[in-house]
């Protein structure tokens, strides 16, 4: 049989089903074969077909045993568990025509070991086409197309299209099998054993437009984001887009949505990023156990989608009369009515790289501007609601977008029972021009008694407001003040503020620095300071003063630094942070050189505990195999390998890395 196949691959790596007559993934009509998981009355995880009418007809055959116990999820949706080694899911294409074809997986495999085979396409006999974790193949041309993830225990959408140019015979016997290795031909991969939620085939080339709204469905669904060629743009069924990642390039982030679409069978009502599902979920009304029994309703033609910024999950102050807030900002986009939807947000404390402190709680800060600058009167702040889990906490009855903008931007901080809401409009030095403070309070019981005082002079101005509103204090002069709080309750909060003039000289330095382990910091104000006759003056965290521009520091602490310029002062605290110590402590990797198909394992001693990544890389740089290890002082992991080179294991843990190399012959 001879035939010329043009291979067409697009790659990415990065809800209940709406009976409709017209549902179509995408909305692109006419698949072939659709395919998705069902959670049978039983408790079994099936495949069932998603189309009204089976489309030139197929059989759906099952070698050994045809349906997974036990619950298996992927973004809050049933997923058929397939195990390639004990079982086999096999579809007879009888003469269905594929002379060429667009094919969309979805899967994740249990495991990070191996290149695993996720199906491959057989025709009169002859093994085709085969899709892995790693390449997909034209076994009978020997022409492979590689890919390289990242992380192989991810779950990925995998999008594939051929065109043949000459047409075959009509073939006797044509089928795809799922999971098992080709029976012929020595393939160094092994069968697939994990999860393929749903499997979408169509016998032709879709457009671009057509294989992004497939993609959005799928992306939606199972919470897994695609990217074309870098940035991320989702299409509801009728072409509109629905996120823009150029206009949202600061949030590229673990995009994800709930949304509903009739016309793409789409009914995803709680979502969370499938690359990390345990730190943000976002469901209408209230998040269950599974999508399927979420019996909130959402207006067709409406979507929620979020990602974030990628920053740390550390609490820092950022600024002055408000908690500590989170750096990591996430933006959401509202299309659609489903700013009429209320909904749960649930945040995973766990992984916060620090939790709030004894008497705190947590709130949840959304911009109403969209701009992530969170000015006076667009901030909106709700406190978390009180539950006895101890893994997540939860915010509830949230609408997003009230002002139908498209868009919001939040966080999260922590804080007492009551806080502050607070923006300085700064004084002036020259020409000389007081400034203004709006002061509001966010939860307790009003009424709230205000009271902000000149800690100079110690003048006093008091005020009482019934409600949450701002409050603005003109006349407002450069200096340390102390802002009183107290609710009807007796709730009570402080803080001080400095005001500082907007033209006050400033240094260039950051905020804050590591100090490395026998690596004095050199500080050097003078490089970045705004203008010419300033005097400085260093204090460091024993009181200890300098008035040189630049000062060496040795010491872990908080440092202040005073510009004055006739004076017009400002002030500036700078963190000094002590990095830690490599924490590995011993290593043993045994036995090395290894035999090809034996096994290796490796210890790992830590100074403290700690959790640890582990990565394999062949020769050429390709990632084989990725493990992680959860917080302890010491790990045992073993592993095997059954081909031979030489490899290298990256090890990395608490910001350090270490590299061995490992032998097999």
Same mark, same amino acid.
């Given at each position: ?72 999820? *992927? ?90 140019? !000459? ?76 996120? +823009? ?34 730190? *943000? ?12 029994? +979420? ?138 021009? +007081? ?14 008694? $205000? ?5 100079? !002079? ?7 407001? $019934? ?29 001080? *503020? ?74 500036? +605290? ?92």
């Amino acid at each position: 049989m001879k035939n010329t196949i043009f291979l067409l691959l697009v790659i990415f790596l990065h809800g209940e089903i709406v009976n409709s007559q017209t549902a179509f993934p995408g909305g692109v009509s006419a698949p072939s074969i659709w395919l998705g998981s069902e959670k049978t009355q039983a408790g079994n995880m099936i495949w069932k077909s998603l189309l009204s009418s089976l489309r030139n007809g197929y059989h759906f055959e099952t070698l050994g045993q045809s349906s997974s116990k036990g619950e298996h999820y *992927l973004n809050f949706n049933p997923a058929l568990f397939l195990n390639g080694f004990h079982q086999e899911l096999r579809i007879d294409l009888e003469e269905m025509n594929f002379p060429e074809a667009t094919i969309f997986t979805v899967y994740q495999p249990k495991d990070a070991y191996w290149e695993k085979s996720l199906w491959y396409y057989e025709i009169d006999g002859t093994n085709r086409l085969i899709l892995t974790t790693h390449r997909v193949a034209d076994l009978e041309r020997l022409n492979y197309m590689n890919f390289s993830p990242q992380r192989i225990d991810l779950p990925r959408i995998h999008t594939y299209s051929f065109q043949r140019k !000459d047409k075959d015979e009509a073939p006797l016997q044509q089928y795809l099998r799922f999971a098992r290795m080709p029976e012929k031909g020595n393939l160094p991969i092994t069968s697939f054993e994990g999860i393929i939620p749903e499997f979408i085939a169509f016998d032709r080339v879709l457009t671009p437009d057509e294989r992004m709204r497939v993609e959005t469905y799928l992306s939606l669904k199972y919470g897994i984001s695609v990217s074309q060629f870098g940035t991320t743009f989702l299409l509801d069924a009728e072409n509109r887009v629905i996120w +823009n990642g150029k206009e949202c390039e600061n949030f590229p982030y673990y995009i994800t949505g709930i949304g509903r679409d009739d016309a793409s069978g789409l009914d995803q009502k709680q979502s969370a990023s499938s690359y990390n599902p345990s730190l *943000l979920a976002i469901g209408a009304n209230r998040i269950a156990s599974n999508n399927p029994e +979420n019996k909130a309703v959402m207006p067709d033609k409406s979507y929620l989608i979020w990602g974030d910024n990628g920053e740390s999950l550390l609490f820092e102050k950022e600024a002055q009369g408000h908690p500590e807030r989170l750096s990591r900002k996430w933006l959401v986009t509202a299309s659609g009515g489903i700013n009429q939807v209320k909904t749960e947000v649930r945040l995973g404390v766990k992984q916060l790289k620090k939790p709030a402190n004894p008497g705190e709680t947590y709130w949840l800060v959304i911009d109403r501007s969209g701009t992530g600058k969170f000015p006076a009167g667009a901030v909106e702040y709700f406190k978390a609601v009180k539950t006895t889990s101890d893994e997540f906490i939860f915010f509830q009855n949230i609408e997003w977008d009230p002002d139908r903008s498209g868009k919001d931007i939040f966080t999260i901080a922590a804080g007492p029972e009551m806080i502050a809401e607070t923006w300085i409009t700064p004084p002036q030095c020259n020409p000389r021009e +007081n400034g203004r403070i709006q002061v509001g309070a966010a939860g307790g019981q009003p009424p709230y008694r $205000f009271s902000l005082i000149n800690l100079a !002079d110690q003048s006093e101005r008091n005020w009482v407001t $019934f409600s949450s509103d701002l409050e603005e204090v003109m006349d407002v002069a450069p200096g340390d003040y102390r802002l009183k709080i107290t609710d009807a309750q007796g709730h009570k909060y402080e803080e001080t *503020l400095y005001i500082q003039s907007a033209d006050a000289p400033s240094s260039g330095l950051k905020n804050s620095y590591l100090l490395k382990p026998g690596q004095p910091l050199r500080l050097d104000a003078v490089s970045g300071t705004s203008t010419s006759a300033v005097s400085y003056c260093w204090i460091g965290p024993d009181g200890s003063k300098s008035y040189s521009p630049g000062i060496t520091v040795s010491t872990p602490g908080s440092y202040q630094l005073i510009l004055n310029r006739e004076g017009c002062e400002s002030r500036q +605290n700078i963190r000094i942070s002590q990095q830690g110590e490599d924490p590995f402590k011993d290593l043993a990797l045994f036995p090395n050189p290894v035999n090809i198909d034996g096994a290796f394992n490796l210890k790992i001693a830590l100074s403290q505990p700690a959790p640890v990544e582990v990565f394999m890389y062949d020769s050429s740089g390709r990632l084989v195999q990725n493990r992680s290890s959860g917080s302890a002082r010491d790990h045992f992991l073993s592993g095997k390998i059954n081909a031979p080179g030489n490899y290298v294991l990256k090890l990395i843990s608490m910001g350090f890395t270490r590299s061995l190399t490992l032998t097999v012959e």
